[in-house]
């Protein structure tokens, strides 16, 4: 089993910038993949994709709408993965999670095994 914190969640100005992380222990093997989800006030039913990175190697994938905005990294030293917040919008205000898949890079939230509780972001105008 892996656990997963998220942290570094807070409120910021449109424009501006925030830094995630994901501290992750337990059992992770080279097989798994990080992804980041978030959720927006009101779509209770949906966690949108945000991006993946592969524990083995470090590649990272993006949604198309925050390509060319976050980046996603890896220190595995710390055991901790980065989702790091560039040139934030209103629009992405959620809620925002990792999760852990030990087999592989997917879009889809169902196919993870592993969820931690989530930290809130607030872009303002």
């Known amino acids: 089993q892996v656990q997963l914190v998220e942290s570094g969640g807070g409120q910021v100005q449109a424009g501006g910038s925030l830094r995630l992380s994901c501290a992750v222990s337990g059992r992770i093997f080279s097989s798994h993949a990080i992804g980041w989800f978030r959720q927006a006030l009101g779509k209770e039913n949906l966690r949108e994709y945000v991006?993946?990175?592969?524990?083995?190697?470090?590649?990272?994938y993006y949604s198309d709408s925050v390509k060319g905005r976050f980046t996603i990294s890896k220190d595995s030293a710390k055991n901790t993965v980065y989702l790091q917040m560039n040139s934030l919008k209103v629009e992405d205000t959620a809620v925002y999670y990792c999760a852990a898949r030990d087999r592989g890079v997917t879009v889809d939230s169902n196919l993870y095994d592993s969820w931690g509780k989530g930290t809130q972001v607030t872009v303002s105008s």
């Open positions: 991006g993946t990175i592969t524990w083995s190697g470090g590649k990272a």
